[in-house]
């Protein structure tokens, strides 16, 4: 990157004069919200879409590239982290679906900071997971290298730090509420991995009703013991997390991981009791492609699933502001990973399972009122791992020097307007590699061949600039490999 792109990339983050890249990020961003409004509620005027879409006139305000708030002190902030599963880039109504209503995300985006090129730590379930519990890159872990575990042979290593147990470490009030997905007992859970509790389920996916998860076993757990509730999975999650964020913590700061299920399948809404029926009598005879409901779903039933994980969304919201916690709680909502085969990513190419943009840039939003501006969009590249580094400086802890993060803190770019400096974001997934530094994205998918994008012009990444740079893709390319070369190979044969 010349000096002068250093120079208006580093004039844009800091709320100074701004570029063309950042004009247009702006402006789109503005639209992409009225867009998504408008198409739920058509022909309606600006304030009775809003009033319509459940937000308020308030909520739709022009948002403005990001700025740090100076001068506000606040205590070490509760911590709700929330995702969702397989939700793509666009799905919500704030990133310009067209067909999906998310009143309660976009409010909440609304109310603090909506990231634009925000990206996962991988491009399925569980490696993602892996790098925002250890702000490390999947590679880095024998269980890791698993897209996704599928078995009982792996799992986060009880002995490695992660977030939970180095904010425990600090004094915080640790759960995990919903999928883990970072192996199964009797060696790998969430309380051996720094959380005080676990309410939730140990696989990949589960049938929302009955809890029977991809090999028939019964997955639904309150610590490491079964837990009965044949309910709709979502409202379950969605009640244990309510009361947990009003409950009385004696002053101590928390962190909640909720990490829905919702949207993956199968395809099952609240209330589709006899597709449930139907999933469950092919489960117990045996069939472990049940599960994936691949003769299933439709864009209407996503469409509905989505909207559910919103309203339940909304509702741990309302149960945290009753708990007069809400300004001292930072709020972090994303996906784990890029949308599926019924997600709406425009104008992005690929799917989950792929390192194009499709499948790793995810919809990604930060709030919390004691210390950060609300109607406000960043256009800063960033990454699971980061996130990882960012809560653990604002919780006071310390990272452990014997596994060194590959996220950076963003912590002074949000607080004091600190420009973060310039690095490589780096994916692998067997078969394909990827790494963006600056608006220059470096891919090799599945046919071998080297490719380059520029982001900025190119988030499709159909104008392959190659040939063009030669000199620029051997660089990226070296770098990748570089990181790759630190990492752990994948087992012979997989």
Known sequence: MTSRDAQTRSENRSGTPLSRRAFT???????????????????AGPGNAAAAAGTTAD???????????????????????????????ADLSSYGSPHIRTPHLDRLAAQGVRFTDAY?????????????????????????????IADRSVGLEPTHPTLASLLRGVGYSTALIGKWHCGYLPDYSPTRSGYDEFFGNFGG??????????????????GDAEYKDLRYYTRVLTERASEYVQRDHDDRPWLLNL????????????GDTEASAEIVRRIRAGDRSALR?????SVEKYTEMVEDLDRSVGEVLKALKRSG??????????????????????????????????????????????????????????????WTATLLELGGARPDPAHPLDGISLA?????????????????????????????????????????????????????????????????????ERTDSGLLPYPTGS
């Open 412 to 480: 002074g770019y949000l607080l004091r307007g600190e420009t973060p400096k310039e690095r490589d974001l780096f994916w692998r997934v067997r078969g394909e590699r990827a790494l963006r530094r600056g608006d220059w994205k470096y891919y090799r998918g599945r046919s071998g061949a080297d490719q380059l994008f520029h982001l900025a012009d190119d988030r499709r990444e159909q104008a392959d600039r190659a040939k063009a740079d030669p000199e620029r893709l051997a660089e990226l390319r070296a770098s990748w």
């Open 120 to 148: 996962s730590g991988s491009a399925t379930c569980s490696p993602t997971r892996f790098s925002l519990y250890t702000g490390r890159y999947p590679g880095r872990t024998k269980g890791g290298l698993a897209e996704p």
């Open 325 to 386: 916690q809400e300004k001292d709680t930072l709020v972090f909502f994303a996906s784990d990973n890029g949308g599926e085969r019924f997600s709406y990513n425009w104008p992005l190419a690929g799917n989950k399972s792929s390192l194009q943009e499709g499948g790793i840039r995810v919809p990604s939003v930060l709030r919390w009122p004691a210390r950060i501006d609300g109607h406000q969009v960043s256009d800063l590249p960033v990454f699971s791992p980061d």
């Open 25 to 43: 990020t702006a402006v789109g961003a503005t639209a992409v919200t009225a867009v998504g409004i408008a198409a739920a509620v058509p022909a």
């Open 59 to 89: 909520d739709v305000t022009q948002e403005r590239p990001f700025r740090a708030a100076r001068g506000k002190h606040a205590r070490r902030p509760n911590i709700l982290f929330i995702l969702g599963d397989d939700l793509g880039w």
């Open 259 to 270: 990490n829905f299920t919702t949207p993956h399948w199968p395809w099952i809404a609240d």
């Open 205 to 222: 996916a589960l049938e929302y009703y009955s809890k029977l998860g991809l090999a028939g076993e019964y997955d639904l757990y309150e």
């Open 293 to 297: 409901h691949g003769d299933g779903g």
